[in-house]
C-alpha cells in the first residue's frame, strides 16, 4: 500500500473497470496477480506468458484497450474538476474492511473527509418504507451510542426509509456518516436527499465504484450493497419486508464472516417479518439497544475508559489527596480507620483532607464512617 499512488495508476485502474470483456472477478484476479493496473496493461499483449491458465476470453478481452482508456481519460478530468479523490486498492485510504473482500472494487470514488478505516465502523440499513417504530428506533439507538461510543462512521445507502434515517441522526448526534452510492457522483439519487448529501459532505461523506454518467440501474444497488456490508464491522436491520435489499445487505455481511443484528418487531407487522425471521433462524443476533450492541462486539465504552487518568492529573489534588483517591479506588469505599492505615495518614490530618475532598466533589461520606469515592 502507498499513501500516494501515482496518477497513472489511478488511470490504469479505471480503465481496467471499463474493459469490455472483463468482469469484475476476472479483473480483479489479473490486477492482484499482477500486483497493479498499470502492469496489466503492460502485459496486455503477453497476458498467456505471465498467466499460462488465462483463458481464450481472457486474451482476447486484453486486446481492446482504447475506448476503455478514453473513458478513464475523461473521468479523470472529471474528478479534477470536482475534487473527487480516487482510491484503488492500493492506496492507504482505501477502506481496509473492504480490500478484505474477496470482491472488493478496484477502484472507489470518494467525496467526503471522514476517515473510512476509523476504529468502529457501522452500517444500518433496512426497509424504504419504515414505519415511526422504525425511525424511533433508528434515533434512540444513535442517540443512546453516541453517549457510549463516539468513535463510530455510520453507514448506509442514501436510500428512502431506514438509510436516510441513519444518516440524519448520525449528524444529528455529532457522528460522521457515509452514504454508499449506486450511481456515479455527478447526481444524487433519490433527488430528494440532495441537501442531505451536501452536509454529509461536510460531515462524512460520500462513496461509490461507478464514474460518473453512470444510471442507478436496479443491479447497481445490489452491487452498492456489499460495499455497505463490506466497509463496516457490523450491520444493523432495523426493519425489512420479508424480501428486500437490507436482508441482502446481512447476508452479504454474513459472507464476509461480519456481526448482523436486526431489532425484533410485532408479529405479524409486514416490515418487521424480515428482522423476526433472521432473529428466529439465527441469521441475525437480536438487538434491543446501544448496550446490547456495544457488550456484543466489546468495543471500548465511555464508561470503559479509564476513570482516573482525570483524577491523578487534576491540578488541585495534593499528594495526600491522590493517595486517598488510590486508595478508594483500588479497595472501594473504606471505613476512616481502614484508610488511616492504607494511606499511613493520621486519623486527624485525614478527617480535614476528607472533608477538604467533599466540598470537591471528590468523595462522599457514607454511614459508619465509610467514604465513597465519587465517579
Known sequence: MSDLVSKEEQYYAMALTRMTGLNLPMALQLYQQLGSAQAVYEHRNDIGDVMPDAMPRLREAMKGWDDALQRAAAEMEFVTKKNIRVLTMQDADYPQRLRECIDAPIVLYYKGQADLNQRYVLDIVGTRHCTPYGQDLVRRFLSDLRKLCPEVLVVSGLAYGIDICAHRNAMEQGYETVGVLAHGLDQIYPSRHRNDAVRMIGQGGLLTEYMSQTEALPNNFRQRNRIVAGISDATILVESAIKGGGLITCRIAQEYGRDVFAFPGAVGEPYSK??????????????????????????????????????????????????????????????????????????????????QMEMKGIVKPLAGGTYHLIK
Do not use: H, Y
Not at 446501544?290 to 468495543?299: G, H, I, K, P, Q
Open 274 to 355: 424480515g428482522c423476526n425471521k433472521m432473529i428466529r433462524d439465527n441469521t441475525a443476533a437480536l438487538i434491543m439497544s446501544a448496550a446490547d450492541f456495544l457488550e456484543t462486539m466489546r468495543w471500548q465504552t465511555v464508561k470503559e475508559e479509564p476513570e482516573t487518568v482525570e483524577r491523578v492529573l487534576f491540578p488541585d489534588l495534593s499528594p495526600e489527596e491522590q493517595a486517598i483517591v488510590s486508595q478508594l479506588q483500588q479497595s472501594g469505599d473504606l471505613q476512616l480507620n481502614m484508610l488511616s492505615v492504607k494511606t499511613n495518614i493520621p486519623i486527624s490530618q485525614l478527617v480535614a483532607l476528607l472533608f
